[in-house]
């Protein structure tokens, strides 16, 4: 206990000497822009720093209220710049987010590029999930494309969003507002995130509704260099309205009160223009209403004064906006969770849960045992599409929480011209869903639970796996089924894939192997192969000791491997002591040495033994990462 306490400890002392450290960096360094491109640019407006108050108001079935503040982001789409140590966007030298399915990785380089800028931007996090590498002007462009959109319609974006502090960020909107060429507000593009890290992202064209349009003016543009390098152009919009708005609906679980489907309006101010700044003024103003039309919630967004510029704070700006408005964006979930929970626990209202997402929407951070499954249903799909005898096209979406393509399978009689050809889509919601379904004995069995309504009270349509003809899929997997997987081996040769068999059979207890057990058993790739086993091991162990949670799992495991460790390097402490004291005659830390020593080379033989237990288990002739 006493070692658990000390290792505490040094790491809140180390994690508060980084921060301190952190801080009189963004103290002490320039805050003036420097452009992260070589290239010139011209950008509509430039990076200003928003304080916002939230402020939202339930008026049935139920009146409740809630309210925040939270600090805000405004940033040209496109621009990659550095603001000294306080603000970095799109900054490729800071390693701040990981790859789908790769879940938190505290490498050093990850946590020097935390503490390495107090406040940061990546563009990996927005919209839809999966591109690594691109900025956010090519995101905000694959987006547009995929809603059928020309980007060309928007030359200029200007996004606003809640920054990144040490790994952590929590958004609830994010506001991408779309200019036209003459740069007026055309369209907003609203990130809707809620406290199961799904999201929606919902496209909306604005119309004027202000009874008092403010004309640009006719004199030259004000063209304004934001960096020495005179690299980085800023133009002003030029409203002809005071107000926008724009109708939309909702489709996803964004409150455990309230159902998946609603209308939303909403109205909007040109964020560049010095009007939305004012104390109080509606920035943005949201109501939900139900399908007759009466108001559920209002929610209103307002600055709590002119946005600050970076480039033209003082150290005592900046410390004044880190210790005043830092710790508010890190607690808005605790205080939601909080709130929900007050309103549960009175009475008010029932909580509902959480049904799947609906087409369209972005499902939850994938993980690494679903992402690594994946691949196998898509290898399904299309064994079982190519011994279909008739013309099909199969459009299979993979789960959206890690990817946007769009896999096309067809089978070997599709002809492009053919009027005949079946047209088929294929879209699991939920990312669970690829781990579920190693556990079903047949794919018909699979393919109809998770297609079946799942009768959530938010939503009673929701689907875990969206089908467009549930019968059509039926009959491919059917003609797949009727015909036998050949064995990859003959004659008397024991098969590479019999102990991996054994081993599944072994921990399946009495249930039988399933049909996808079968396939990954029958790829003729043994990487492949151990992907599955030790995958499908994973979860049938967390299914059997930890209550299906992976979580849980990798902690027995740790402090199975800190017991195993620590008797093992008592063990041998303990043989050098006696060692030295009845024959060797050595002192204490001769004896020590020794005892470690030893230690590191039975961890080794320990290791190495573990991997070619693995390797003869899963078929291998040699350890695969």
């Known amino acids: 206990m006493k070692l658990v306490a000390a290792g505490v400890g040094l790491g809140l002392f180390f994690t508060l000497v980084a921060l301190a450290t952190s801080l009189i960096r963004a103290l002490l360094a320039s805050r003036q822009l420097v452009s992260l491109s070589d290239k010139g640019q011209t950008v509509l407006g ?11 108001t339930r008026r049935r079935p139920v009146k409740d209220r809630f309210d925040n503040r939270f600090l805000v982001v405004g940033i040209p789409v496109g621009l990659r710049c550095r603001f000294g140590n306080l603000l970095a966007i799109d900054d490729d030298s800071l390693d701040v987010s990981s790859p789908p399915g790769r879940g938190t990785d505290f490498s050093w380089n990850r946590i020097v590029s935390h503490f390495s800028c107090w406040f940061s931007f990546d563009s990996a996090r927005f919209l839809h999930r999966g591109d690594h590498g691109v900025d956010l002007r090519e995101k905000l462009d694959n987006f547009l494309r995929s809603q059928n959109e020309d980007p060309a319609q928007w030359p200029y974006a200007y996004v606003l969003s809640v920054p990144q502090f040490l790994g952590w960020v929590r958004n609830v909107v994010v506001w991408w507002y779309l200019y036209n060429e003459n740069r007026e507000l055309d369209a ?9 890290w799904e999201k929606r992202n919902v496209l909306v064209r604005v119309d004027r509704v202000s009874d008092k349009p403010t004309l640009p003016a006719e004199a030259p543009e004000a063209l304004q260099y934001l960096d020495d390098r005179q690299l980085v152009q800023s133009l002003p919009s030029a409203p002809r309205a005071t107000f926008y708005k724009g109708v939309w609906h909702k489709y996803i679980f964004a409150s455990p009160f309230e159902k998946v489907d609603g209308v939303v309006s909403n109205r909007f101010i040109d964020p560049l223009q010095p009007s939305a700044w004012k104390a109080n003024a509606p920035f943005s103003n949201m109501v939900t209403m139900e399908e007759s039309g009466e108001v559920r919630m209002t929610t209103r967004l307002t600055c709590a004064g002119p946005p ?21 964006g890190v607690l808005t979930t605790p205080e939601i969770v909080f709130k929900a929970l007050k309103i549960r626990f009175s009475g008010a209202m029932k909580m509902n849960s959480k049904p799947p997402v609906r087409s369209g929407s972005v499902g939850r951070n994938i993980k690494k045992l679903e992402i690594d499954l994946e691949p196998f249903f898509r290898a399904y799909l299309s064994s079982c599409l190519d011994a279909y005898p008739y013309p099909v096209e199969l459009s299979y979406l993979p789960c959206r929480s890690f990817t946007n393509d769009i896999i096309r399978m067809r089978s070997p009689s599709y002809r492009e011209e053919d009027p005949s050809t079946a047209r088929l889509s294929v879209e699991p919601t939920d990312p669970q869903f690829y781990t579920r379904l190693i556990h079903y004995p047949d794919a018909k069995t699979a393919i109809a639970r998770e297609t079946q309504p799942t009768g959530h009270v938010a939503d009673p349509t929701a689907q875990r796996l969206i089908v467009s003809d549930p019968a059509l899929l039926t009959s491919i997997l059917e003609s797949a089924s009727s015909q036998k997987i050949q064995p990859l081996f003959q004659g008397g040769a024991l098969p590479p894939n019999r102990r991996p068999r054994q081993i599944l059979a072994l921990f399946r207890g009495k249930s039988s192997l399933t049909f996808m057990d079968e396939f990954a058993l029958a790829s003729s790739a043994a990487s492949a192969r151990a992907v599955y086993i030790s995958s499908a091991l994973r979860l049938l162990s967390a299914r059997a000791l930890a209550f299906r949670s992976q979580t849980l799992l990798g902690i027995y495991i740790f402090f199975a491997g800190c017991l195993m460790r620590w008797l093992v390097l008592e063990g041998l402490l303990g043989w050098a002591s006696k060692a030295s004291a009845s024959s060797l005659h050595m002192d204490l830390r001769w004896s020590a040495l020794m005892g470690i020593t030893a230690y590191l080379v039975v961890m080794r033989l320990c290791t190495e033994m573990k991997n070619r237990l693995l390797c003869w288990g899963l078929g291998l002739t040699q350890m695969t990462n």
């Open 46 to 56: 430039k990076p200003l720093v928003f304080r916002m108050k939230f402020s939202h």
């Open 308 to 328: 600050i510029d970076p480039t033209q704070m003082s150290a005592w700006d900046v410390a004044r906006l880190v210790f005043w408005w830092t710790l508010p």
């Open 188 to 196: 907003v593009i609203l990130e809707i995130n809620n406290s199961y």
